[in-house]
C-alpha cells in the first residue's frame, strides 16, 4: 500500500508539472495576443493621423477668397436701386387703389347728398301743404 501511496504521489508531481507548463505556454499566447492588438491598434491610430493631416494640408492649400472692395459697393448699389425701384412701384400701387376708392366714395357721397335733396325738395311741399290745409280748418 505503500508503495501505491508512492506512486499516486508522483503522479500528482507529474500532473503539477505539466499544469504549470501549460499555464505558461497560455500566459505567452496571451501576452502575444495583447502584442498583436497593441500592434493593430497602433498602425490604426498612425493611419487615422496621416488621413487628418492630409486633409489639414488640402484645406491649407485651397483657393483663397478675394474681396473687391469696388466690386461688393458695385453690388450693393444695384440691390439697394432694385429694392428702390420695387418699394417706389407697391408705392404707386397702393396709392393708385386708394385714389381709386376715394374717388368711388366720393362719387357715392354726391350721389346720395343729391338724391337726400331730390328727396327733401319733393317731400317739403306736402308738408308745407299739409300745414297749409291745418291752418285751413
Request: glycine fraction near 6%; charge should be negative; charged fraction near 15%.
Amino acid at each position: 500500500m505503500l508503495l501505491a501511496g508512492l506512486a499516486a504521489c508522483q503522479k500528482n508531481d507529474a500532473s503539477a508539472g505539466q499544469t504549470s507548463t501549460k499555464l505558461n505556454d497560455l500566459s505567452q499566447q496571451a501576452g502575444q495576443k495583447l502584442d498583436q492588438a497593441a500592434s493593430y491598434v497602433g498602425q490604426q491610430v498612425d493611419a487615422a493621423k496621416a488621413t487628418a493631416q492630409q486633409n489639414l494640408d488640402t484645406a491649407a492649400s485651397g483657393p483663397s477668397i478675394n474681396l473687391d472692395p469696388n466690386a461688393l459697393a458695385s453690388q450693393a448699389r444695384a440691390n439697394l436701386d432694385n429694392a428702390a425701384s420695387a418699394t417706389n412701384a407697391a408705392v404707386n400701387k397702393a396709392m393708385g387703389s386708394t385714389g381709386a376708392g376715394l374717388e368711388t366714395a366720393g362719387r357715392r357721397l354726391q350721389q346720395w347728398s343729391s338724391e337726400a335733396s331730390t328727396t327733401s325738395a319733393q317731400s317739403a311741399p306736402t308738408e308745407s301743404s299739409d300745414a297749409q290745409k291745418q291752418m285751413d280748418k
